[in-house]
């Protein structure tokens, strides 16, 4: 499976910038975002079940991030608002195999999107 990523940009303080991730199967489970800031490791941002019904958004990231799978375009957005200069990172698609519980953990993430630099500038 193939996770194409996109949406990234330079972006102001306060604004706003949506992320999808498009699979090549869908022969997944949970598809999910994380992030890896300069100089800090990569973490996990938020996941949704392929198939509806879950969503996860790190706790410090709540009310400002959002994910969702677009049934009809067949892709999973998430949606970064009131972003700050912290968010600034490369953001990661992943995606699980049929059949793993959801985990944060990266190394339950089977598939891996090429990256997409967020820049938020203040």
């Known amino acids: 499976v193939q996770l194409q990523a996109s949406g990234g940009g330079l972006v102001q303080s306060g604004g706003s910038l949506r992320l999808s991730c498009a699979p090549s199967a869908f022969s997944v489970s949970y598809v999910g975002w994380f992030r890896q800031a300069p100089g800090k490791e990569r973490e996990f941002v938020a996941a949704v079940r392929w198939g509806g019904g879950s969503t996860y958004v790190t706790t410090r990231l709540q009310g400002r991030f959002i994910i969702s799978r677009d049934n009809l375009e067949n892709t999973v957005n998430l949606q970064m608002n009131s972003l700050r200069p912290e968010d600034t990172a490369v953001y990661y698609c992943?995606?699980?195999?049929?059949?793993?519980?959801?985990?944060?953990?990266?190394?339950?993430?089977?598939?891996w999107g090429q990256g997409t630099l967020v820049t938020v500038s203040s």
């Open positions: 992943a995606a699980q195999r049929p059949g793993r519980t959801w985990t944060k953990e990266e190394r339950s993430y089977d598939y």
